[in-house]
């Protein structure tokens, strides 16, 4: 009984929480003058206040036509984010993993200095780095190229200590017994560290892919030539005559994050079950 | 040594990548814009400018605030979600939502609501109380502390969640046997088994506390109101004014602050 | 699980895959100006293999390919076809650079020296670039001299032996004409005029067409008899003058129901001898029609779907819509295939399909000597297309000659058989005829390479770029705008990467600095140090020293502004008089108001948000004092003072509604309205003041012209925060992180120099004096324009009324002179200054925000950037 009682604040909290979505969606359905309607107040400056209506009155499709016929930047920047967002997990995979790996199971020299060090390093607010960055950048030629986003954020410390915790977790009696069985440091690795460790990888690619999906700054900078900018980008301050193209396109946007993030919730769900059962 | 091996690549790239620039950065706080060797001279200027102090005490009032605030929550919403599992999976999902809405979107909603013509005004303005301007009053302050706490409940939850199910069940129903009630059970089994989950969520909201501010930015600007003007502001317009010195002084202190909090979090963790 | 997780990787990647390849498909249709090709790039010759393949008739022809004819360079075989005209000796005058007109070239038994390498047999050419390794070759520009008495050209043609035509007006009273030029284009003759043949008194040109076998179609307007009308018959009189020169008048058979603007006929063109191509004013429809008889032989794009203008290459035609073209296949009737790359080329950048003027064009086209060959021209370059291909070629850059240039507008394209292309443009309101030729010795890329950046755009920049790099052909200029404004990108952000660029070595040589933090810029050595540079300037043609010196440091010359506004305020000469700063304005401006109280306005707002920006200018100086320390009272004073003015309007619901949107609306996007002086309202009785930041002779020669009309108007400068205030513009500085220092400093003696500032009127006025005095000259007999406008006298009747703007009389002059003389301080340029107080100003005034709550914002925000 008494647990039923917590379903009420915690409802709340969830709908908080999701009703932007809910905006989204009723006003990419409104058309023009429904919008200007409801929004004039802050996107113009008219009087009165925003509102909003649970169901538009006169639904329409025309944004989504817009967007998706109409407007071609729309869809380049949509595979650029594509692009960058998977080649920065595919890099953050190859190198990340093995690194969290090695800091969270081997004992050697400098291990918790380096450690210290990636979590020092993870903290850096862009501002400060962007003159330097795109000094290296520029020494290495991968400026305006979408290889200049991809390396720098493959490498980033992040995934690495979100999956350290993960492996950290993993019984030693389980690896003891593989090396027993004969199995060296890569197979260990492969067939042991990776799966037990699913939970945490899987966890560290999405919140990886939320992150990078949304990267503003460094294709701001990074990247001049306009046909290279991700979607991030694409909305820009948002008029009152874009208004409908502007929910559409955030719309258009979430989908792919609502898509993988439900992909992920099973594998980390289970990476959570997996890292309770403990032998 | 193996264990090195596989460190290497990542240590490789991060090398080039992200310890390189800082050390241009280093180095640039010790010189001026064009080169010159100038010693402290930006650091002595970088602590008298008023406006790092501001946006220094800013950022940490931020921090002290929202970080307390969002362990707290996120882990009554964890807890009392284990209790409820089958609720609990959608809610786990709903409350994962604001982090897969992209920025622009938020910032978009974000000036719907809080903008003087906004929704918040014109229910506070149906419920009889009076409109305020928020993003341009001390409002601004907990408009921010409310967008990150909204963003990152989700994201915490599940990550106490993980480190509540790794507290064997044996344990409580043990406790349970033994007649220790539900506060008892929780201050003396749950919180210690959490500790060091603690470290990673504490670390990790840190970092997203940092985030904060591509939205702020967004919705109010280069110069917002004071109390939301942080750290990431100033050296935001530092850069364009091309003030790369001081910035780069104020970036070195940033750093060593924050290097400090970690060394003392990581020692505190070390004595359990 | 190891399984399933593989399974889902897989999906994803797969789609990502897809995705790419999908996006790559995209990319390559989406983004034009890649697809392109630009005459040095290395895929030249990749795209003379693609074109190859399409089929040309002669198979083996190549496009302009500048790089790949090195070999092949200027051989002199003769040119394999036109064999028809053998006596004629072809000859190219081109080759000799002095124009000599006295130059006879069948004395010498030239011979025709073949076309130039570009359209050459290139089966022995590399396709890389051979010998020098520095890409070689590009078309140049030569101005045709100017043919006398010619006042408009409505086409340009070539006959069959080589004549060059001109069809135009010779001026009001000769009316239509041709000339022909025997000699290339050196000098031309009057060949006849439509008056002498016709018989038709005065007839005014409206549109013709020149057949290459020597006839002309014309459609004329005779204007000693404007023709009452109720008759039914047109008042246009159509003709053909054949190649022997015997004048046929021709009944055109137009249907009637085609916009009816009885028969203007907009546009002709012949599509081969003995048929034209016509379209009504007004008219979407393009008919085909005989030229002797009359008749309609075929009708094109009955639908009506909206057609601006047309061009035709032979038979295809090209129906310039909106925002699409559509290719016309004339001897179908359907929608030409081939052409399909071409049309999409032309709509990907909306600028090509914008008319802006009844008698220029934003896209000029004609066919080329090979079949299938068209090219093109627009203010990007010129280009060249086969039909059937898939890719456009760039053959000539149009930043490198007159294209780009702002001031120029192009009307006719005509190609020549030796590779040639003719182009006449207006600039500036003169006609000229442009000849570009290929030179193979001449560099693709011009060896030195500056570059230029601003803000935003700069049309005088622009302006003066073309004509430098006319004038210099080893010099290349490249122009970077930072806020394009056509996507999100703030001041900020381009500052940001500009300055990125600069500190990593590869930001643009010359800055013009206009809302960019130049002081921050000169205390961190940012810039040089230019007096030398403006020292010669000063020597040659004098400057306005207090304007130039205004951001002197430490004696030196770092951020030099070369254009200035004036801020003035016009009124009744007494009222004036009384006005010492803003306070008394908004003083006088009550006063005026209980005085009448019928008056619309008493200060003429029609956008708060130039309003504000030009008071904003014309006070900002009192908002910071000489420490730089901020100064609250002045920025309370501002906004209550311009409260107050705009209180005392009277707007009706419309007015309003324009009025109190604060922000700049997209049809005034790029136009600065603070310059705008009203004139016609003050005789119309609908204001009592008006305000403006005057930039160029032509606002106070308008204002003066009408005030003739009232003897009590006049005008002050405005001294709104009490101090002699000029707004400075186009502030010129040089990198010291700039390799090409001396080059840059080529480039800014002449942006200072007479040519540079006296052409182009906008943006300012000039600080080079002689400049100056050339804008300020014009006599006050002379009429510039006229000025028409209606107003309700006291019995409610409606006047029209026109007055003529003429040149400022002496005394007018010498006032300016002096005023310019005294004034003495900058308007504040810091952007971020201005961004913060306009925008506050702006919401209180619209009602949004109280006035302490503005004066708060501001003086917050300004304190935190001040503190920075």
Not at chain 2, 6 to 24: E, H, K, Q, T, W
Not at chain 3, 314 to 339: H, K, R, W
Not at chain 3, 549 to 562: I, Q, R
Request: with cysteine; hydrophobic share 45%; proline share 4%.
């Amino acid at each position: 009984m008494k647990k039923k009682i917590l379903l009420i604040p915690l409802g709340a909290l969830a709908l908080l929480c999701c009703f932007p979505i809910l905006f989204l969606c009723t006003g990419m359905l409104m058309d023009k003058g429904e919008l200007k309607e409801c929004l004039g107040p802050v996107l113009q400056g008219t009087e009165g206040y925003v509102s909003w209506r649970l169901v538009p009155r006169f639904p329409t499709l025309q944004n989504v036509v817009e967007l998706l016929l109409d407007s071609p930047e729309f869809f380049v920047m949509f595979w650029n984010s594509v692009r960058m967002t998977a080649g920065i997990l595919a890099g953050q995979l190859l190198v990340g993993v093995p690194a969290a790996w090695g800091l969270a199971r081997y004992r050697f020299r400098g291990r918790k200095l380096l450690y210290t060090l990636y979590i020092i390093l993870m903290m850096m607010p862009f501002q400060v780095r962007m003159l330097s960055d795109y000094l290296v950048l520029d020494r290495l030629h991968i400026l305006d190229s979408h290889l200049g986003i991809i390396l720098p954020a493959a490498f980033s410390t992040f995934p690495v200590f979100i999956m350290y915790r993960f492996f950290g977790g993993i019984p030693e009696a389980v690896i003891e017994s593989a090396r027993l069985d004969g199995a060296n440091a890569l197979q260990i690795f492969g067939y042991i560290g990776v799966p037990l460790g699913a939970g945490g990888i899987v966890s560290a690619m999405v919140l990886g892919f939320l992150e990078y999906w949304n990267l503003i700054e460094q294709p701001l900078t990074f990247l001049k030539d306009k046909t290279l900018w991700p979607l991030s980008l694409y909305l820009p301050n948002i008029g009152l005559e874009r208004a409908g193209t502007a929910f559409a396109s955030s719309a258009a946007a979430l989908l792919p994050a609502v898509f993988v993030f439900l992909l992920g919730q099973d594998y980390l769900e289970q990476g959570i079950a997996a890292a309770a059962v403990k032998e | 040594m193996t264990g090195f091996l596989f460190l290497l690549p990542s240590l490789a790239g991060v090398v080039v990548f992200i310890l390189l620039p800082f050390a241009d950065v280093v180095r640039r706080s010790f010189t001026s814009v064009l080169g010159a060797f100038v010693g402290l001279a930006n650091y002595r200027t970088v602590f008298s400018n008023s406006a790092f102090l501001r946006a220094a005490w800013n950022t940490l009032r931020f921090t002290a605030v929202c970080i307390p605030l969002l362990l707290l929550l996120s882990l009554a919403a964890a807890v009392c979600l284990q209790r409820l599992p089958k609720a609990g999976k959608v809610l786990k999902s709903a409350y994962l939502v604001p982090m897969a809405i992209p920025v622009a979107s938020v910032v978009l909603l974000w000036k719907l609501v809080f903008l003087r013509g906004g929704i918040l005004n014109g229910l506070l303005a149906w419920a009889g109380k009076a409109p305020t301007d928020w993003m341009n009053t001390d409002g601004a302050f907990f408009v921010l502390v409310f967008s990150y706490l909204w963003k990152n409940l989700g994201y915490d939850v599940i990550l106490w969640l993980a480190g509540l199910a790794g507290i064997s069940p044996e344990i409580y129903e043990a406790a349970r046997v033994d007649g220790a009630g539900e506060w008892r059970i929780f201050a003396s089994i749950t919180m210690p088994n959490l500790l060091p989950s603690l470290y990673t969520i504490a670390v990790l909201s840190f970092l997203n506390s940092f985030k904060a501010f591509r939205e702020a930015y967004l919705v109010a600007g280069d110069y917002p109101h004071e109390s939301i003007y942080l750290l990431q502001h100033l050296f935001n317009n530092w850069f364009r004014d091309l003030a790369l010195d001081k910035m780069a002084a104020a970036a070195v202190v940033t750093a060593a602050v924050i290097l400090a909090l970690v060394l003392v979090l990581q020692r505190a963790w070390e004595r359990e | 699980m190891k399984r399933s997780i593989r399974g889902k990787l897989a999906v994803i990647l797969a789609a990502m895959v897809l995705g790419t390849a999908g996006g790559c498909q995209k990319k390559d249709a989406d983004s034009p100006p890649k697809a392109q090709e630009s005459a040095d790039s290395q895929q030249s010759g990749e795209s003379a293999e693609t074109t190859q393949k399409e089929g040309d008739a002669n198979g083996s022809q190549s496009g302009a390919d500048a790089d790949s004819q090195q070999s092949g360079a200027n051989a002199k075989s003769p040119q394999t076809q036109e064999p028809d005209q053998a006596d004629t000796t072809e000859y190219n005058p081109w080759d000799d650079p002095s124009y000599d007109p006295d130059y006879d070239p069948a004395k010498d038994g030239l011979e025709y020296a073949g076309p130039p390498a570009s359209v050459q047999d290139n089966e022995s050419a590399d396709t890389t670039s051979a010998q020098s390794g520095a890409a070689m070759g590009r078309y140049t520009e030569q101005a045709l001299p100017g043919i006398e008495g010619l006042a408009a050209l409505s086409a340009l043609g070539s006959l069959e032996d080589g004549t060059l035509r001109v069809l135009g007006m010779a001026d009001m009273d000769e009316g239509a004409a041709v000339w022909d030029s025997h000699d290339g284009g050196t000098t031309w003759e009057k060949t006849y005029t439509a008056a002498e043949l016709s018989g038709v008194e005065s007839p005014y040109c409206i549109s013709g067409a020149l057949s290459p076998d020597g006839a002309v179609f014309l459609c004329m307007h005779p204007l000693a008899s404007m023709s009452a009308a109720g008759d039914g018959s047109s008042q246009y009189v159509y003709g053909k003058i054949t190649a022997d020169g015997t004048w046929q008048q021709v009944d055109l058979a137009l249907p009637d129901a085609d916009g009816g603007s009885d028969g203007y006929l907009y546009r002709i063109a012949y599509v081969q001898p003995g048929e034209i191509l016509v379209q009504v004013l007004g008219g979407d429809a393009i008919y085909r029609m005989d030229d002797s008889t009359g008749e309609l032989l075929q009708t094109y794009n009955e639908e009506g779907a909206y057609v601006g203008y047309f061009e035709n290459a032979g038979e295809i035609l090209y129906a310039f819509g909106s925002d699409n073209v559509m290719a016309i296949d004339c001897a179908t009737g359907e929608a030409d295939p081939a052409s399909s790359v071409l049309t999409g080329e032309l709509e990907s950048d909306s600028s090509n399909l914008e008319l802006m003027s009844s008698d220029t064009f934003p896209t000029v086209l004609c066919s080329g000597q090979q079949e299938g060959e068209v090219f093109y021209a627009t203010k990007d370059g010129i280009y060249r297309f086969v039909l059937g291909g898939s890719v456009v070629e760039q053959v000539a850059d149009g930043t490198l000659n007159s294209l780009a240039k702002p001031s120029v507008q192009l009307i006719a394209m005509l190609a020549l058989k030796d590779g040639s292309f003719l182009i006449a443009v207006r600039d500036e309101g003169q006609i000229q005829i442009l000849h570009y030729t290929y030179d193979a010795s001449a560099p693709t890329v011009p060896d030195t390479e500056l570059k230029v950046y601003s803000l935003t755009e700069n049309r005088q920049i622009q302006q003066a770029i073309s004509v430098f790099q006319a004038r210099n052909p080893d010099y290349y200029v490249s122009y970077e705008v930072g806020m394009t404004g056509s996507d999100a990108v703030t001041a900020s952000d381009a500052l940001r990467t500009l300055n990125t660029e600069i500190m990593a070595g590869s930001g643009p040589d010359i800055l013009i600095l206009d809302g960019m933090p130049a002081e921050s810029y000169i205390r961190r050595g940012i810039l040089l140090d230019i007096s030398d540079v403006l020292q010669t300037v000063k020597e040659t043609d004098g400057l306005w020293e207090n304007i130039t010196n205004a951001f002197e440091t430490d004696g030196k010359l770092y951020a030099v502004p070369s254009r200035f506004r004036i801020p003035v305020l016009a009124g009744n000469a007494d009222t004036l008089s009384r006005i010492t700063d803003l306070a008394s304005l908004a003083d006088e401006a009550q006063r005026l108001r209980e005085e009448d109280g019928d008056v619309p306005q008493i200060l003429e707002i029609s956008s708060l948000y130039w309003t504000v920006r030009a008071f904003y200018e014309a006070y900002s100086n009192g908002l910071v004092d000489a420490d730089g320390a901020f100064q609250a009272d002045a920025v309370r004073n501002f906004i209550e003072q311009m409260k107050r003015l705009l209180d005392l309007n009277h707007y009706t619901d419309v007015q309003a509604g324009h009025v109190y949107s604060t922000e700049a609306r997209e049809e005034e996007a790029g136009y600065d309205f603070t310059t705008v002086l009203g004139m016609p309202e003050f005789l119309q009785k609908l204001v009592k003041l008006g305000q403006a930041n005057i930039d160029g002779a032509f606002n106070l020669e308008n204002f003066l012209s009408g005030a003739k009309l009232d003897n009590s108007l006049s005008y002050i400068p405005f001294r709104a925060s009490g101090a002699s205030v000029f707004v400075p513009n186009t502030v010129v500085g040089i990198s010291s992180q700039s390799e090409k220092a001396q080059d840059a400093k080529e480039f800014v003696r002449f942006l200072f120099s007479r040519d540079a500032q006296a052409g182009y009127q906008e943006g300012g006025f000039p600080v080079n004096r002689a400049a100056f005095e050339a804008q300020i000259g014009v006599k006050e007999t002379e009429s510039l324009a006229s000025t028409a406008f209606s107003y309700e006298d006291e019995d409610g009747n409606i006047v029209d009324y026109v007055y003529e703007v003429t040149g400022l009389a002496d005394e007018e002059k010498e006032k300016l002179r002096k005023i310019v003389e005294t004034l003495d301080t900058p308007s504040l340029t810091d952007a971020v200054i201005e961004e913060l107080v306009v925008s506050q100003t702006a919401q209180c005034l619209a009602g949004r925000i109280s006035l302490e709550e503005a004066v708060t914002a501001v003086s917050q925000k300004m304190s935190l950037y001040l503190q920075e």
